[in-house]
T-cell receptor, first 114, second 112 residues
Framework: GAGVSQSPSNKVTEKGKDVELRCDPI?????LYWYRQRLGQGLEFLIY????????KSGLPSDRFSAERTGESVSTLTIQRTQQEDSAVYLC????????????FGEGSRLTVL | QKEVEQNSGPLSVPEGAIASLNCTYS??????FFWYRQYSGKSPELIMS????GDKEDGRFTAQLNKASQYVSLLIRDSQPSDSATYLC????????????FGKGTHLIIQP
């Protein structure tokens, strides 16, 4: 596909369970970002990958959150022992490089923790 | 301290009028500025980028940047109901997401 692809689009889980969210960036985009957006709120930066460089994890809210990316391909965001406050839309975006703020967003993964 | 301030609105504008959205930022090292549009239940999409002082026009949209006063604005001419959305401003210092900061957005409503 031509755009950023995220899965699942919706995930309902019970408190304490682990969840994994997937992002497939636009082909050729070396930079990949994860954001969190709670209902009615702005975008909260989580983590950023640029090529094979060490990721910028400065936005991860706790050690329950982790993300991986292999090369310039798919990324997974993992949330362990989910809490109700983790309920949000998790947005992935990619861009051509680290020095551009022109991001292309996926449709998001809506996470609901019961 | 990196901050961006936007009036959350809602900002109500009659159809056909000019909608004016404003954003101020505190990081004087910011170099690049962006306006994203987010429809309800959808993801943000880039509509304008501006890198130097002055105006940049693209169709019905004009972005204005004043680095000395640390503000960036977006004007939408001939507003249409389809322009109703939340508009997010964002700025970047120059390296990766660490410098890309989003405002909380202004909710714009175009009244038919």
């Amino acid at each position: 596909g031509a755009g950023v692809s995220q899965s699942p689009s919706n995930k309902v889980t019970e408190k304490g369970k682990d969840v994994e969210l997937r992002c497939d960036p636009i082909s050729g985009h070396t930079a990949l970002y994860w954001y969190r957006q709670r209902l009615g709120q702005g975008l909260e930066f989580l983590i950023y990958f640029q090529g094979n460089s060490a990721p910028d994890k400065s936005g991860l809210p706790s050690d329950r959150f982790s993300a991986e990316r292999t090369g310039e391909s798919v990324s997974t965001l993992t949330i362990q022992r989910t809490q109700q406050e983790d309920s949000a839309v998790y947005l992935c975006a990619s861009s051509l490089g680290w020095n551009t703020g022109e991001l292309f967003f996926g449709e998001g993964s809506r996470l609901t923790v019961l | 301290q990196k901050e961006v301030e936007q009036n959350s609105g809602p900002l109500s504008v009659p159809e056909g009028a000019i909608a004016s959205l404003n954003c101020t930022y505190s990081d004087r090292g910011s170099q690049s500025f962006f306006w994203y549009r987010q429809y309800s239940g959808k993801s943000p999409e880039l509509i304008m980028s501006i890198y130097s002082n002055g105006d940049k026009e693209d169709g019905r949209f004009t972005a204005q940047l004043n680095k000395a006063s640390q503000y960036v604005s977006l004007l939408i001419r001939d507003s249409q109901p389809s322009d109703s959305a939340t508009y997010l401003c964002a700025f970047q210092r120059g390296r990766g997401a660490d410098g890309l900061t989003f405002g909380k957005g202004t909710h714009l409503i175009i009244q038919p």
